[in-house]
């Protein structure tokens, strides 16, 4: 085994190695350009299926896809796309970049530290790719 990687590493450059057998431009292929397929919903088509609608008193869909943030983040913030994803709709759901770094600090004390930066990291990613799509 070599020393200087670790298991799952090598697990994954076996994997990208059968890809590439199986179909070569697979070894271009990037989940990031992927995540682009699913389109971002509407702020009211996010309030009618995840916020309001479910219940006119409850949570509305921003403070529902914080919740989730938070969730990803105690799992270890190891989700790529889900994460991203659901900075993106936080974002359109009214997310303030002030709201998701806060939602995310808080999971400091429960997630840790490693995995608090993994998500601030991702969520800094897509506010920043916003930034640029909007300029």
């Known amino acids: 085994m070599n020393a200087s990687k670790t298991p799952f590493e090598l697990m994954m450059e076996q994997a990208q190695e059968m890809a ?7 070894s271009s292929f990037d989940p990031k350009g992927f995540e682009k397929f699913w389109p971002t919903m509407s702020k009211d ?6 916020g309001k609608g ?10 529902r896809l914080l919740l989730t943030l938070a969730g990803l983040t105690m799992q270890g913030a190891q989700a790529e796309t889900p994460m991203r994803m659901t900075v993106r709709h936080a974002m359109e759901a ?7 770094a806060e939602t995310l600090s808080q999971m400091t004390m429960f997630a840790g530290i490693p995995a608090v930066s993994r998500a601030m990291e991702m969520a800094r990613e897509v506010i920043n790719d916003k930034k640029d799509d909007e300029t």
């Open 45 to 50: 088509a996010m309030e009618m299926w995840f």
């Open 54 to 63: 479910i219940s006119k008193n409850g949570l509305d869909a921003k403070t």
């Open 20 to 26: 590439k057998a199986v179909n070569p431009a697979l």
């Open 94 to 100: 009214g997310a303030t970049e002030e709201e998701i």
